[in-house]
């Protein structure tokens, strides 16, 4: 009888305790360079603000629930959602065509404009897309910015430039890297906080919305948080939160009057949306972009050869110097072979390009070329070094007793040994070389992997994308093992 | 280490330097030919004299190699060239002889070691015996008046090592000196014409 009573009890409890907890909304953001919508907070960095924040706040409380924060990068969070791994995505997500098809989207809670922002030089003869036929201008990739900027590349003859992030832009544009940026007034006037040295032009190229994407799935919830929203809008609760980060102006009273009246709102104006991708079926999508993808192989592929051509030479100089070299020379390389190897190739990239922008402003091309050359000649020179060690002494003295010199030696006989030794370990890197140049898109080199992001997310799928994307990588690195494997055969290297 | 290690060797002789493993056979062949670098006494080759203590300066270092040839005790062919281009390297790139007549003085020197008809062939091809004529070849190729060689009768069969003796005999008949470094016993008795005893590198 006490027994049962305890048992009971302690049931009881249990279930108290569950029902008591909360539940929670994960959301999705990328606090990156995310102000104003989401960003660590400067004087606390582990919490994070931003007007998305409040909303997402507005939203959770209003489904009894606690928002939970799911870092993601920018470009992947619809993906991300779809994939269950957030409830909600916001963070300043535009809302486009092949968003409202592939995804659940909340009303537009906020209008901004496409806005060209230019040196304050360049103020008087730079005012629209058409004033840049021959001039860089930036913008972030997979945006409606981007996509206004590709089709302004065949219009108008201007080049486009995708970035990872919406701050380099605008850095970049002050030190003439860059012509003019494209992106949302939002962001435009809050880089000018912290950058100075370029205008805003009034003209507004496009107008889109921002708005909150769930999965499909997740309709219902959908609607319930348009509901929120839209009391939000009718009793200034957004209002307030938009003045309280200075980002409301006369476009949202329009917006909001247009939704609470149950107007329809497009996505998008000022960019004809009847040819997006998203507007296709995706076989003719894939056609559409496989050009682009194609070019972009071509960058892919050049860049890789070039880099790994300079770290090869570079490599044998470095293991050279470390097997010959005095103890200085041994030294100094030993140690620019453990910083290359230590530290990781992105670091290394960001340094090259933005880091030295001040002392050395090197073309992003060369820059990518430049680091991923210094990094992989440090792992070639290992190779080489150790293939050199590889070679029997006993050959070496056969050679010096014939009567070669030291150098004879190396170039005749240890050489073309230890370069018969080091092939495969070489093919292997250069193979690792291709894969990771799809890190210089950070320095905005479109290379084959970008491409396929904004590829993806233009159609809002990673299916055919992706499998075009690894069939290109594949079709340039199985040559180049085969060749290698043709090779190694021809020379039959006896372990 | 080797101390006290005092010998005369005459143009034309066969020498063969005997003891256990470790007394020094093959540091002193290693010392002749400026491989191993000795702290006090001298060693003089048909005038090339190389001193204690110092580094070998690099003219003297050039002309001993035109004195002195080593074959050693695993051959060290050069892996990636075949035979023919193991004789021919160092008379082309270090002594400045044409290829064509390179070439025809290998094969020559081939032959004569009756290993001709594997001159196209790489080292791991080559079976023991027919690699260490290939390596007596190479070092002949450059003409040195001195041939060092170290355990040459090392991973030989008895049929082979009589060939071995009888070419180390027409050798000598070519006013070449040779010093062996052995513990072949029977070798030594039937082919050199003095035997040298080394025990914890000093003579015995």
Known sequence: ??????????????????????????????????????????????????????????????????????????????????????????????????????????????????????????????????????????????????????????????????????????SDLVIGRLDAVLLDNVLAERRQRTIAGYTIQPQTVAIGHYVGVLSQENAPLRDRMNEILRAAMSDGTLERIFRKWSVWNDDQPKLHAQVLAG??????????????????????????????????????????????????????????????????????????????????????????????AEAVRLPAFVAALLGLALNYAAYESEIYRSALEAIPTGQLEAARTLGLSERQVLRLVRAPQAFRLALAPMTNDFVALLKDSSLVSVLTVLELTKQTQIFATNLGSWVIPGTLCAGLYLAMSLPLAGLARRLERRWKVVA | MLSGVSLDVNRGELVAIMGPSGSGKTTVLRAIAGLERFQAGRIAVDGVVLAGGADIPSPTLRELRRKVGMVFQFHCLFEHLSAIDNVCLAPVHAFGITVPEARRRGLELLAGFGVEHRAAALPRQLSGGEAQRVAIARALAVDPPLLLMDEPTASLDPARRAELGALMQELQRQRRTLVIATHDEDFASDFATRVVRLRDGALA
């Open chain 1, 1 to 170: 009888m006490f027994t049962r009573a305890i048992t009971l009890g302690w049931l009881v409890f249990a279930t108290v305790t569950v029902s008591a907890q909360p539940r929670v909304l994960r959301w999705a953001g990328d606090p990156e360079g995310g102000a104003p919508y989401v960003e660590a907070d400067p004087s606390h960095p582990d919490q994070l603000v931003g007007f998305d924040v409040d909303i997402v706040a507005l939203l959770a409380s209003g489904l009894g629930r606690t928002p939970e924060f799911v870092n993601v990068r920018f470009e992947s969070i619809s993906q991300s959602v779809a994939r269950g791994d957030a409830d909600i995505g916001m963070s300043g997500i535009e809302d486009t065509p092949a968003r409202r098809l592939a995804m659940a989207v909340t009303m537009p809670y906020y209008e901004f404009r496409e806005v060209l922002s230019v040196r304050d030089a360049d103020a008087g003869r730079f005012r629209s897309l058409a004033d840049l036929r021959g001039k860089s201008v930036g913008t972030l990739g997979g945006t409606i910015a981007y996509e206004i900027l590709l089709r302004a590349e065949r219009e108008h003859g201007l080049r486009a430039v995708s970035y990872d992030d919406d701050v380099h832009p605008y």
């Open chain 1, 263 to 356: 107007q329809p709102v497009a996505a998008v104006t000022g960019l004809d949306e009847s040819t997006s991708v998203a507007t296709v079926s995706r076989w003719e999508a894939a056609k559409r972009y496989l050009p682009s993808l194609l070019r972009a192989s071509v960058v892919t592929i050049a860049l890789s050869c070039l880099s790994m051509g300079l770290a090869v030479v570079l490599g044998v100089l470095i293991a050279t110097g470390r097997v010959y070299g005095g103890r200085l020379a041994r030294g100094s390389l030993t140690a620019y072979v453990e910083l290359m190897r230590g530290t990781p190739l992105l670091l290394q990239l960001f340094v090259l390009y933005y880091g030295l």
